[in-house]
């Protein structure tokens, strides 16, 4: 079955940087779009970054050009790369798959609702 859980979560300081994990195990379908969200307690959960099907990247206006999407598919891990972090980044992290057959292609990055699997999160704080 489909397990997801995120890795590489901590305490940094500003300007400091992490890379997430996400292990797609269960999971092989290279093609289909995968995403990284973030909630803070009392609001909703976001979406930071997204890839589909082609490998193209989709970012939320407040991580653009510090944090970057990637897929190894050879190891079959989920990355996200965070750099110059603040400390409106501190959020729990989660990673999600769509979870369908065949090569998925997005322009944008798609609501909770629209992915089916989901990592339990990892803590991200910054101060």
């Known amino acids: 079955h489909v397990q997801l859980v995120e890795s590489g979560g901590g305490s940094v300081r500003v300007g400091g940087s992490l890379r997430l994990s996400c292990p797609l195990s269960?999971?092989?379908?290279?093609?289909?779009?995968m995403g990284w969200f973030r909630q803070v307690i009392g609001k909703e959960r976001e979406g930071v970054a997204a890839i589909d099907g082609a490998l193209r990247t989709y970012y939320a206006d407040s991580v653009k050009g510090r944090f970057t999407i990637s897929l190894d598919t050879a190891k079959n891990v989920l990355y996200l790369e965070m750099n110059s972090l603040n400390s409106e980044d501190t959020a729990m992290y989660y990673c999600?798959?769509?979870?369908?057959?065949?090569?998925?292609?997005?322009?944008?990055?798609?609501?909770?609702?629209?992915?089916?699997?989901w990592g339990p999160g990892t803590q991200v704080t910054v101060s």
């Open positions: 999600a798959v769509r979870g369908r057959s065949g090569t998925c292609f997005v322009r944008e990055i798609q609501p909770t609702n629209w992915y089916n699997y």
């Open positions: 269960g999971y092989r379908n290279s093609r289909d779009c």
